[in-house]
């Protein structure tokens, strides 16, 4: 069973950064594609980006193109999502997930669907206000 552990979730004002980390448990990341997805109250969670196994290949939800960026550390063994001129509806507990299917988070897939992620983290909450 693989688990994950994300961090880096604080509060932050608009225009604010924050780096959120997800990183597993005992096991390596080296073999999963990952995914990021968020959680604002009373909303569905929702896709953020995602990053394949080889990080060569990433997707990102329209709103936040342009402001976050996802990256691997395989010498750490950790997937970061680099958050960039916050927003106040950015403000929701942000998940990581690991899928294990093959081609997750290439072209054309639906990277964005929760059933892709087999495991999950418990959430870290990032709040973006004045």
């Known amino acids: 069973q693989l688990q994950l552990v994300e961090s880096g979730g604080s509060s932050v004002q608009p225009g604010g950064s924050l780096r959120l980390s997800c990183a597993a448990s005992?096991?390596?990341?080296?073999?999963?594609?990952i995914g990021w997805f968020r959680q604002a109250p009373g909303k569905e969670r929702e896709g953020v980006s995602c990053?394949?196994?080889?990080?060569?290949?990433?997707n990102y939800a329209d709103s936040v193109k342009g402001r976050f960026a996802i990256s691997r550390d395989r010498a750490n063994s950790t997937v970061y999502l680099h958050m960039n001129n916050l927003r106040s509806d950015d403000t929701a507990v942000y998940y990581c997930?690991?899928?294990?299917?093959?081609?997750?988070?290439?072209?054309?897939?639906?990277?964005?669907?929760?059933?892709?992620?087999?495991?999950w983290g418990q959430g870290t909450q990032v709040t973006v206000s004045s």
């Open positions: 990053i394949s196994r080889s990080g060569r290949n990433t």
């Open positions: 997930a690991a899928g294990r299917a093959t081609g997750i988070c290439l072209r054309g897939t639906a990277w964005y669907r929760i059933d892709e992620y087999d495991f």
């Open positions: 005992r096991f390596t990341l080296e073999n999963y594609p």
